[in-house]
């Protein structure tokens, strides 16, 4: 089948003045001038005008949950509650319309931006929830809440009488939901997830599942449903020695939320210093540098993918160490070629970047948690003081080499690729800037990169169709934070590609291809 786009902006390294592209089986065969595009319009099955549309790679969103994401979108969903009194008020109206032997399993809620300041008790889960299985996960997922009757399965480390649950505790309560939530109602979830990407013009995504997140038998619904209405998945588990799940489950690797540490948020995250507002306290490591090093070790033996889920600085700091006793053991250029990644990378100094950039690392970022978190005003100066300039480094980690991939972390923060490309060109901490072409390279290319494949994420003759087109307002420009830089690249003589200028506002989706197969449509939108 051939599908011939004119009269729109391409963006492609190849052609960056682009108007027209065309494709023939899934496969880029063309790109050019308007001028150019009479002879692919022979033949063609589908001729469409984008009548000034915006067509690039689509998004790969490189850290994502999909059934947590579904269960958000289609249940209920605490994100962006203003007061513990709304959460509650939300919980009970929810909790009204379900059968008395429903299980209540949500998440978003932030106490910070509460005016109340502290989370729900268990008491008011009972009386919210009218008795319910109650669990409400905080925004960052690495503790919660619970009513009284979750109770006997949370008790033990992590556990806190007024229910509230994490560590262990956390990790039982999401043993114990896989059990309660069935497939079917995953189903559910996990599809409305997969929709809700296409509709943002993600087209691939890495699902990073472990035994604290769900059960595995999630993992099957994910590549069924991914497969049946056409998006790319790459599937991790983060569990160090699990290798025999890796041709069962047609896993890319032990990687992902495999926990060397906690959340910021939660005040679990392992630091060197104690909390700005809790001076008793450093969070927690989970794993030692020599835990970490035998799991690389085992892992780059085997030609597997590698990876942990790292947030605070003396977290970083055992990753750091791990890294260097596994380069002892195996070399270098082994762990350069077994491209082993890291997700969140938050608080990393200079030292442990050259170790990552060294090793060939791949660090899987989530510019919102700057966009959400950052700034002086900001939950992360609330909990570590001035230690919040250095975090989230994307300029720091890219000067130095270290390969950048996108992702959401949803339910974490919202599904959006341009949201995040946003957050990392306008970082709150101006150092930490990076353009806003490298930022879209990272949420295209870079996802595709994590996941070892190279030859995919950007739109060239013979490579694959897989693109979203974008109705957008604002200019075309190059957006950087060096004004210099900007003044040249706009100039034609560049030959630099343009993307939405992002203060204007942000694209809207018009239609997803993955591989040639359309995942989303928009109603009405080409004609």
Not at 504 to 517: D, E, K, S
Request: hydrophobic residues 40%; negative net charge.
């Amino acid at each position: 089948m051939r599908t011939l786009l004119t009269n729109g902006s391409v963006y492609s390294p190849a052609d960056p003045h682009a108007t027209a592209i065309a494709f023939d089986d899934g496969v880029v065969t063309w790109l050019g001038d308007d001028t150019g595009a009479g002879p692919y319009a022979d033949g063609a099955d589908e001729v469409i005008d984008l009548d000034g549309k915006l067509v690039t790679p689509a998004f790969v969103d490189a850290h994502v949950h999909t059934a947590g994401t579904g269960a958000a979108l289609i249940g209920l969903d605490l994100t962006g509650t203003k007061s513990l009194t709304e959460a509650l008020d939300k919980l009970a109206a929810y909790a009204a319309t379900l059968p008395a032997d429903a299980v209540i399993d949500s998440a978003g809620w932030d106490e910070t931006i509460w005016p109340e300041g502290r989370p729900p008790t268990a008491v008011e889960l009972d009386r919210a929830g009218g008795g319910r299985r109650v669990y409400l996960s905080r925004i960052d997922g690495h503790s919660g809440v619970i009513s009284s009757a979750l109770i006997p399965v949370a008790e033990g480390d992590g556990f806190d009488p007024s229910g509230r649950v994490e560590r262990g505790a956390n990790h039982r309560v999401r043993d114990a939901l896989g059990d309660l939530i069935g497939p079917e109602q995953r189903r559910q979830e996990i599809e409305a997830a997969l929709r809700a990407m296409a509709a943002k013009g993600i087209g691939a995504f890495h699902e990073m599942a472990a035994p604290h997140i769900g059960p595995i038998w999630e993992l099957p619904i994910v590549r069924e449903l991914a497969e049946q209405l056409g998006l790319s998945a790459t599937l991790y588990w983060g569990e160090p020695g699990a290798f025999e799940h890796l041709g069962t489950y047609g896993l890319a690797g032990l990687a992902g939320d495999l926990n060397a540490d906690g959340a910021i948020g939660s005040r679990t995250a392992a630091l060197r210093e104690p909390y700005a507002d809790r001076a008793d306290h450093r969070g927690h490591a989970y794993l030692t540098p020599e835990q970490i090093a035998e799991h690389v070790i085992t892992c780059t033996e085997r030609n597997v993918q590698a990876g942990f889920h790292c947030i605070g600085d003396q977290a970083m700091d055992n990753i750091a160490r791990g890294f260097e006793l596994a380069a002892e053991k195996v070399g270098i250029q082994a762990l350069v070629a077994a491209r082993h990644r890291l997700e969140h990378v938050e608080m990393v100094d200079e030292a442990t970047i050259a170790t990552l950039a060294r090793c060939g690392v791949v660090a899987s970022v989530q510019p919102m948690f700057d966009g959400l978190w950052g700034g002086p005003d900001g939950m992360y100066a609330e909990r570590v003081g001035d230690r919040w300039h250095g975090m989230n480094p994307f300029g720091s980690l890219a000067r130095a080499g270290v390969v950048l991939a996108f992702g959401s972390d949803a339910p974490v923060t919202e599904l959006g690729g341009w949201e995040a490309v946003r957050a990392a060109a306008f970082h709150h901490e101006p150092s930490e800037r990076i353009t806003v072409r490298a930022a879209f390279q990272a949420h295209t290319r870079g996802g595709w990169r994590a996941a070892g494949i190279d030859d995919a994420g950007v739109l060239a003759p013979s490579t694959a169709a897989t693109y979203a087109i974008w109705q957008t307002d604002a200019d075309l420009v190059v957006q950087t934070p060096d004004e210099r830089v900007a003044a040249w690249s706009t100039d034609p003589r560049a030959g630099v590609p343009v993307l939405p200028d992002l203060s204007q506002g942000t694209p809207a989706c018009v239609r997803t291809v993955v591989g040639g197969r359309v995942v989303y449509e928009a109603e009405g939108w080409s004609q």
